[in-house]
Each structure stands twice: as C-alpha cells, then as structure tokens.
C-alpha cells in the first residue's frame, strides 16, 4: 500500500519527510519521491526502486524548504519507474499531488482532459487528479476548493494531499472511501500529514484522522476540517498512547522478529484492565453492547482476511465453546457476493490489524446494512473499521510494522476470548464456576507464551538447525486438527508470504482425501499434535507421513516422550488449557518461518508483491 508523508512548518522539510518515508517501508512499495517548494517554485524528485534511491539522488541535486510532500508507491496503473512514480505534477509544475487508492474512471477522465489538450506524462491513474485541479483551481479560488471540486469527479477509494507553489504555507488532503488512512499531527508550529501513525510519531502524538468524504487544510497553525459538501467539522483530536520507541526496531534484525518476541507483553497489554480477575468480570468499554442486545443474538458471523481470517477460525472454536453462539468464519473478499443471511439478530465480527482492509470494510458494511451489530477487533488506532463499527475490542499490542501480522494474531484470539467471555456473562452461557476457570487460565498465558519465546542460545538452537535443514525445500505441508487446525493455517501462510516457499495448510483428517498422494522426503510436513483430545489422531497422521518416507516437524507438549518415536523433529510448547493452546503452538511457527526466510536472505519485514494493509480489491 502507497505510503505519504508531509509537512508545513519551519523546519527543514526534506528530511523530516524522507524519514517519515522511512518509517513507512514497512508497507510494501516499488518507487519513491518527493516535491518540496524552495524559492518560490516546487521541486520534484523521484526514482523507482527503494528509497536509498530517492536519498541518493537527493545527495546528488538537493532541495529543501519548509513545504513538502513525499510517497512511496505500490504500483496499481503503471510500471513502477520514475516518471510513474509520484509526486505528479500539472502542466505548469506549480500544483502536485499524491494519491493512495484507486481512481476508477480514470480512462474516461484521462480521454476527456487529453480532448482538452491536456498532454499526460505518466502511465498512472494519480495523474488526472493533478490535471483536475490545475484545471479546477482557478474557477475554485485556491487549492482547497480545486480538492473539493475535484474530488466530486473521483469514482472510486482515495485518499490524496496536494500542494502548490502559489499557497506556501499549506497541504491540502482530503479522503475518498477505504484507501487507507490520513492521519494530521499537530505540531506547536507545524503540521504534518502521513497515511499511518508510525511516520510522524516523533514529532507529536496528537493526531486527528481523516473520515471518508472529508478533506483538510493544514497549515503550521493546524488543521481545518470540513466535509466535501462544505460543512466544517470539529475533528477529534487522538492522544496517541504508543511511543516512537515502539515504533522502532531497537536491538532486533527486522520489525518482525522484535514482534514476534514482543508478545508475551503485547498479550498483557491487550488483557490490561479488561479481565477483573477478583470478580471475572470482562471489562470491555468500547464494546457499547447492552446485555438485552447481546442476548438477542442468534448467531456470530466472522468477516476477515489472511492471518485475522486464520485467528476468527480459532475464536469460532473460543465463541461456540463459551459464549455458546452459532460461529461461522467468512472471508471478507467472498462474504459480499454471496448475499449473506443477515438481521439485526447477527453478530458481526469484523478482525482487521490495519482496520483499512478494504474487503473487511465492504464487509462490514453489507452487514450493516443488514441490521447486525457490529464488533471490530482492531489495532490500528484511528483506523476507518473502528468509526463505523457499533463496537470496538481493539488489540492493543502497539504498532505491528513488519508485513507479515504475528502480534497481532495473537492479540486478536485473546480478544475474541475475552469477548466470549462477556457474552458468556450477559447470555448466562455457561456456569460461573466455570467461567471462573476460564478467566483464570488467561492469568498464565503470558508466562506460557514468555517460556516458548525463549531467546536465549539454547531457545534459538532448535529453529536455527531446522532453518538450516529446510531453508532449501520448496514445499511444505502444515497439518493441525480441532482448534489448532487454524494453526496450520496460519503457520503455512508466515512460511509462504516472507520466505517465498510454497506451503499448504491442512486439516490433518483431511490428508488422507489427497494431500497425502504429495508426501515424500521432499514434502516436509509440520504437524501441531499437543497434548488434547486428537493428540491420538494426530500420531496417527504423523504414522502415515513417515509410512510414506515423509519428514516430520512436530509441534509438541512439553513432557511428550512418546511423540520423539514418531516425529523426526519435536518442537514442545508447555502444557495449557486447550482453548489457549493455539496462542503458544502459533509461536514456533512464527519463529521458524522467520529463521528459514532470513537463511533465504529475504526481505522479511518487505515481502515481495505484499503490502502491509490492502487496500485495493
Ligand atoms: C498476514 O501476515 C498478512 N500480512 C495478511 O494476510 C493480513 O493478515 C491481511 O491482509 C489482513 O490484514 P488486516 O488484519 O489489517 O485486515
């Protein structure tokens, strides 16, 4: 997803942006540049590739100034090169702007302005936004207005900033539908503008978010809201509670092995002040769900996508087990074309890490304007899922940066647990006594995951020799049963999507119905076979692996003698509740997809062809 950074103010603005850039990479992107004004007219730099290429070239022919935008580019409508790659600039070189999103009509558009004898430069969408509003900005009287003009001609998600080199002391931004975020911070003398928090967290923490079909002017004093039809706004102003530290790698590689390691206290974040272990009361305050209401409902339905999709398949397991509601799990990308039965009897739970994911969002709002109430695990503060949701459980486990979601998964089943828990305690679901017990495992849970996250030599040994053994194979096959088959899931989707192997995650049971024709020593198979109820099903699939000379990594309970006769490797987690086995059995499979990707030397915190936050369909 595109990343944009800018600022006003009297600092010197390259710099300011390019690192806000910087704090952006992480969401996946093929160009970069920026446009700074400086004496008077706007700059323009871009180059495709990383940003060490922008940054080498802006070594090479300077600008700066106290006006600037920047964006980096996942490529939708072009090749990603330089002259694809934004800022965009108009005929006269005196308007630029940046977009993130799609526009839909752009050909219709492009043909119309190209009749006008506009001459187009670039392969891209972006670019007839920027033409519109040189063409728009002297009947409109200035650049907000041309941006709210121009925005009137836009089908589909946008979210843009543009500024001009004829008002030096501003950005104008403005958001179309789901295109992932614009985030403003309020600076004492400057402002800045960024499409995610991690960008401008040094500089301030106190952030308003643009909603759909509003637009902003900022300025050094601050931002002016208003809606696209005109009507000003009085716009929340967030504290935004994590710090730049958070947002940072401090000792380790890559984004994503410090939130891998982080989650012991990211679990204990996300329960902090929400389980009342006296009582075993929940506490969830943004849940705005009255007791009637939740015990009207008659069933749960799940929209998500990739790993939140894997963590609502764990939690249907958590909501029919406690809260003893009906639970089906929908990918959000298939849930709105199939005309889903929906009423105001439904819950709808929507997870989502970025909150943006623009086939969650559509879900949700199909659901919605299907009468159920709605519920969204988020984590991203601010984010468009948690403003038009009727309740929130957000996740609490700090800014997740690296592409592939690991804390994030996590946080969201212990979510999904506590929310059970309180439908448990509105709906009399269960008995107290064993509600009780229920609370009471989580008290453990931080402590069990801290013991797998072991990172000490001996913790590292047994991932760093598996990474070396298997880095070289091209499949795998994950296997898991009950409540860990989702874990197979998850596990085969971390391998996949950051060390490129192709690897299938399968219900154990089903092997049998035609994977089972794959095995062989070049198929490793990792199977999740804990101690619970079909640890007995499990060793027998491990049986039919190795009957057919196939590999075995297996996911173990601490203790487990027996399973070192059957499986050729043993990975153990310690012995826990079965309903919170999943959060540790995950653990190993982050951990070895993470040391196998880094043995293929691959990009781990910037996967290929994936961004952070979809927003496109
Ligand atoms: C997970 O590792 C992937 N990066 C991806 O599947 C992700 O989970 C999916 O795009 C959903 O994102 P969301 O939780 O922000 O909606």
Redesign the pocket.
Known sequence: MCGIVGYVGSRPATAIVIDGLQHLEYRGYDSAGIAVLQDGAIHVRRDAGKLSNLIKLLAQQPIDGHLALGHTRWATHGKPNQQNAHPHSDASGEIVVVQNGIVENYRELRESLQAEGIDFRSETDTEVIVHLLALNYSAAGGLAEAVRKTLGYLKGPSAIVAMTSREPDRLVAARLGNAGGVAIGLGSGETFVASDIPAILEHTRRMIFLEDGQYAVITPAGAQIATLDGQPVAAEIHDIPWNPVSAAKGEYRHFMQKEIFEQARSITDTMRGRVDFDSGEMILEQLRLSRERARSFDRIVTV?????AYAGLVGEFLLEHIARIPTDVDYASEFRYRDPIIDERTLLLA????GE?VD?LAAVEEARNKGAFVVSIVNAIGSQAARISDGVITMRCGPEIG???TK?FTASVVDQYLLALALAQARDSIGPAHRRRLVDDLAHLPRLMGQVLDQSPAGNAVYLDLAERFHGYRNFLFLGRGINYPIALEGA?KLK?ISYIHAEGYPAGEMKHGPIALIDREMPVVAIAVQDSVYDKMISQIEQVKARHGIVIAIATEGDDFIASKADHVITVPKAPSLLTPVLSVLPLQRLAYEIAVWRGADVDQPRN?AK??TVE
Do not use: D, K
């Open positions: 998500a996508c990739g790993t939140s997870i989502t890490q970025s994911t969650t592409v592939a979601s994030a989707l999507e994936l936050s979809v």
